[in-house]
């Protein structure tokens, strides 16, 4: 079942401005996932944060979790053209890896 | 170098006619998955399986079949009953135990003739 729900769905930025994207979803879950997807391409895992943390980075990335409003924020620093691309979150709500993902946040960087 | 294959990139399909996507890993990973993506959506869930010989129905299993007779070997059947096929199927397969990212494969995109 689909869960993950990214807001807002299109995003255009130029380059070396940050881009935030939201994510909400319904259930409790174990662990909230970030993934990146290049048009045409499989997709990229970039973050996984736990329930019972709140802050993750990871380069340019850094991720939010706040589990008492079902959210989790994904910001991009000083964006380069080469992350233009989708986005997407996943939920894994029974601890077994199996993963809910959203509909995905495109993004566009304007070098 | 490790990772996931997909073939064939690109599959046409007849009318009636059964079609199977590849998936093989060489991560040495215990369990798979096989997504359809339509455009503008995101990845709903066909199969999964966690151990060969063992697999179980995600969300949209009906009009799809699957096998794991290999640990590195998750094929993926369109059959005729799957009315509306179009679509982009992705493979992924992650370790056992919680909190594993999934990998994923470059996908196979499947058109009606």
């Known amino acids: 079942s689909q869960q993950g729900e990214e807001d807002p769905q299109a995003l255009s930025i130029q380059e070396g401005e940050n881009a935030t994207m939201n994510c909400s979803y319904k259930t409790s879950i174990n662990n909230l996932q970030w993934y990146r997807q290049n048009s045409g391409r499989g997709l990229v895992h970039l973050i996984l944060i736990r329930s019972n943390e709140r802050e993750k980075h990871s380069g340019r990335l850094r991720v939010t979790l706040d589990t008492s409003k079902k959210s989790s924020s994904l910001l991009i620093t000083a964006s380069r053209a080469a992350d233009t691309a989708s986005y997407f979150c996943a939920t894994d709500a029974g601890g077994n890896n199996r993963l809910a993902f959203g509909k995905g946040n495109q993004v566009v960087v304007i070098p | 170098d490790g990772g996931i294959t997909q073939s064939p990139k690109y599959l046409f399909r007849k009318e009636g006619q059964n079609v199977t996507l590849s998936c093989e890993q060489n991560?040495?990973?215990?369990?798979m998955y096989w997504y359809r993506q339509d455009p503008g959506q995101g990845l709903r869930l066909i199969y999964y399986s966690q151990i060969v010989n063992d697999f179980q129905k995600g969300d949209i299993a009906e009009g799809y079949s699957v096998s794991r007779e290999k640990k590195e070997s998750f094929p993926l059947t369109v059959t005729s009953a799957q009315k509306n096929p179009t679509a982009f199927y992705l493979c992924?397969?992650?370790?056992?135990?919680?909190?594993?990212?999934?990998?994923f494969g470059d996908g196979t995109r499947l058109s009606i003739l």
């Open positions: 991560l040495n990973h215990d369990a």
């Open positions: 992924a397969s992650t370790r056992m135990g919680g909190n594993q990212p999934q990998h």
